[in-house]
T-cell receptor, first 105, second 118 residues
Framework: GEDVEQSLFLSVREGDSSVINCTYTDSSSTYLYWYKQEPGAGLQLLTYIFSNMDMKQDQRLTVLLNKKDKHLSLRIADTQTGDSAIYFC?????FGTGTRLTVIP | DAGVIQSPRHEVTEMGQEVTLRCKPI?????LFWYRQTMMRGLELLIY????????DSGMPEDRFSAKMPNASFSTLKIQPSEPRDSAVYFC????????????????FGSGTRLTVV
């Protein structure tokens, strides 16, 4: 299958920005996605980006896409304790292993 | 719509027993996916169906695992016989896929079944 890779852990202080990075291999994905998983719950779609876009902003979330390098990132501005969760990037079929974001008060 | 419904939420079974996990996808979705999540391996795609037909089962760990989708509103994942290393959270997800892929709505996940094999 296609590989989607992420780092496993990220810790930030409350109020700082978080940046979660992802690399993928499937260049045919029309959309790329970010999902959020809170403890004990399933994954929920957080945001997406169309493959012909470089950037998408949605309130505190900014998604950057570098198609040449097949690199996707999610920036969360003014990170709050409620943002603590596991974040998954995904292409049309495969998910990364998830990045566990811990927000330190 | 009630979302993707999985049952049971929790399952504890003894090694060697048969386990059946169930999933009801969102009405109108034409693709269904089974994933397994563990701390060590993250989220793994086991198998997916398109229009009730299995498309790719290369992620199914071994012959002990089987999945069926007899109709558009129901799927099962069966493990027989179960082993302790099968302990994980199993997620079902559904989506509406076209030739362009899943689209901006992505996948809708169920709440998962936490399986413990002792």
């Amino acid at each position: 299958g296609e590989d989607v890779e992420q780092s496993l852990f990220l810790s930030v202080r409350e109020g700082d920005s978080s940046v979660i990075n992802c690399t993928y291999t499937d260049s045919s994905s029309t959309y790329l996605y970010w999902y959020k998983q809170e403890p004990g719950a399933g994954l929920q779609l957080l945001t997406y980006i169309f493959s012909n876009m470089d950037m998408k902003q949605d309130q505190r979330l900014t998604v950057l896409l570098n198609k040449k390098d097949k690199h996707l990132s999610l920036r969360i501005a003014d990170t709050q304790t409620g943002d603590s969760a596991i974040y998954f990037c995904a292409d049309r079929l495969f998910f990364g292993t998830g990045t566990r974001l811990t927000v330190i008060p | 719509d009630a979302g993707v419904i999985q049952s049971p939420r929790h399952e504890v079974t003894e090694m060697g027993q048969e386990v059946t996990l169930r999933c009801k996808p969102i009405s109108g979705h034409n693709s269904l996916f089974w994933y397994r999540q563990t701390m060590m391996r993250g989220l793994e795609l086991l198998i997916y169906f398109n229009n009730n037909v299995p498309i790719d089962d290369s992620g199914m760990p071994e012959d002990r695992f089987s999945a069926k989708m007899p109709n558009a509103s129901f799927s099962t994942l069966k493990i027989q016989p179960s082993e302790p290393r099968d302990s994980a959270v199993y997620f079902c997800a559904s989506s509406f896929r076209t030739g362009q892929g899943t689209g901006k709505n992505g996948y809708t996940f169920g709440s998962g079944t936490r399986l413990t094999v002792v």
